[in-house]
């Protein structure tokens, strides 16, 4: 890793703690600052690193760039979850991109695929049907993320790096989270783990370009 890339990665995850700090204490004029800026001063660490293949960082900038989209469409104070989900789905299908770029095995892969599996069969179908209870038009655009979603956790687990992975999960867990407490049971502490996971999960995905 380059020095330039460890200070972006330094100031992401420096301002990043100021946004979980900010969600625990409910600064919302914080938050609008600190989370989008995170995602900022992450897609400079993905361009400033020194990468495996500089086609899987362009796909993972896009992933970010669409990732930052999704990020001010969900904490605006209009429900905009549609259009913040829209935006994570491109960006995922680009995470898939760049992870199939990377190189996949078979093995690893199919060990991605049983843990989605396990994951959609525990809190998926819950989710679902939450869902379906709460608004039935939306549950179409929800399984079609849960799909894409779960093949880029896949994909991650395909390429056999750790980072890679660990990422995925962490993005996998936010996600859920954020499902679980829209749709089918609130909790105070939610906000606060959904950011934590969320912000690590992009570290570790980028952190897997090197």
């Known amino acids: 890793m380059t020095g330039v890339a460890a200070l972006w990665f330094a100031l992401a995850l420096t301002v990043a703690v100021g946004d ?3 969600v625990h204490a409910g ?3 914080v938050e609008y600052v600190a989370k989008p ?3 900022v001063l992450l897609i400079g660490a993905a361009l400033a690193l020194d990468p495996v293949d500089p086609a ?3 796909a993972f900038v896009v992933a970010l760039a669409f990732s930052l989209a999704g990020d001010i469409f969900l904490m605006l104070p209009r429900d905009l979850f549609v259009a913040g989900l829209a935006s994570f789905l491109i960006g995922h299908l680009a ?3 760049g992870l199939q770029l990377r190189g996949q095995s078979g093995g690893w892969f199919v060990l991605g695929l049983v843990v989605v599996l396990a994951v959609i069969l525990v809190v998926g179908v819950r ?3 939450a869902v379906r209870a709460d608004d039935d038009a939306l549950a179409v655009p929800v399984t079609a993320y849960l799909a894409v979603i779960s093949l880029m956790v896949a994909s991650a687990f395909g390429t056999g790096n750790g980072f890679a992975i660990a990422g995925a999960l962490l993005f996998y867990a ?3 989270m954020i499902a679980w407490n829209r749709f089918v049971q609130p909790h105070p502490w939610a906000r606060v783990a959904i950011m934590t996971t969320y912000h690590l999960g992009q570290f570790g995905l980028v952190l897997s370009l090197v």
Do not use: E, F, N, P
Request: positive net charge; aromatic residues 10%.
């Open 20 to 22: 979980w700090l900010a």
């Open 27 to 29: 600064r919302r004029t």
């Open 37 to 39: 800026l995170t995602m």
């Open 56 to 58: 899987v960082r362009v």
């Open 95 to 97: 995470y898939i991109t």
């Open 127 to 129: 989710i679902v049907r």
């Open 174 to 176: 936010s996600d859920a």
